[in-house]
């Protein structure tokens, strides 16, 4: 009786501790399918990025495709020359965490439908016409300033916390679905008087007391005549000059 007792615990614990390791645990099979294609026309190739799971593979697409394993390290900054400045496609598989470009990467396109574990993007100044973030539900920061985007989708990025789109050549934004939101950069784009009052409109009123919330919205065409009230009484600061 004891013994089938003590059986009986052991095996309940050994079923606990099996669930717990499993939830944490990342799940291979995802982790595999994640991809990110890159297309850019720079010769010179500046990656920075880190990941989840226990080995990334690139293709560079001129050369052997490189394993990266990290198990000895979660961060990589690699670089690749070609020998040309035409067009280049960089294929990365495995669950990316942050990828981040250097100013003045020179990308074409960036690829992120089949990027669900994306947390961070950085790509400032790399000539992005367009930027779809639809796959990208867990993103909780993005710099894409500095580039030609007339558009921006965030319908989808709900976890976002610090949005960065200062001097493209956006017109309108929606940020109704951004409810964790505390940052934003929009300074230097078309927002009209208008365009920004519909903006502010959309913001959310969550409160967060260890993080204040900012808008930045200095040099669009409406920045002197919107109305700043209507994001403030939602407790935003909002900051017409500060750039």
């Known amino acids: 009786m004891l013994y089938n007792r003590f059986l009986t615990y052991l095996l309940i614990a050994v079923f606990a501790i099996s669930a717990v390791f499993t939830a944490c645990k990342p799940d291979d099979e995802n982790d595999i399918n994640e991809i990110i ?24 697409g001129d050369v052997p495709i490189d394993e990266l394993f990290t198990s000895s390290s979660f961060y990589f900054r690699l670089n690749h020359e070609y020998l040309s400045n035409s067009t ?30 994306l947390k961070g993007l950085v790509c400032p100044g790399s000539g992005l016409r367009a930027l779809d973030l639809s796959k990208c539900t867990t993103l909780e920061y993005l710099h894409c300033q500095g580039n030609q985007l007339t558009t921006l989708d965030l319908s989808k990025c709900t976890t976002l916390e610090k949005l ?7 017109t309108t934004l929606d940020l109704s679905n951004c409810t964790a939101l505390t940052k934003l950069y929009c300074q230097n784009n078309n927002f009209s008087a208008n ?6 409109g959309t913001l959310h009123s969550n409160n967060f007391p260890d993080d204040e919330k ?4 200095a040099d669009n065409p409406g920045t002197e005549e919107c109305d700043v009230t209507i994001a403030e009484k939602k407790g ?4 017409k000059y500060e750039k």
């Open 88 to 117: 280049h496609t960089i294929t990365i598989k495995g669950a990316v965490r942050e990828l981040w470009f250097p100013n003045n990467s020179q990308l074409k396109a960036l690829d992120l439908s089949k990027s669900t574990a």
């Open 37 to 60: 294609t890159i297309t850019t026309t720079s010769s010179k190739v500046y990656l920075n990025f880190t990941a989840y799971i226990e080995s990334i593979t690139i293709n560079w």
């Open 236 to 239: 935003w600061i909002v900051n």
């Open 164 to 170: 960065f789109c200062s001097y493209n050549q956006l």
């Open 214 to 217: 900012q808008i930045f919205i």
């Open 195 to 200: 365009a920004l009052n519909t903006l502010f």
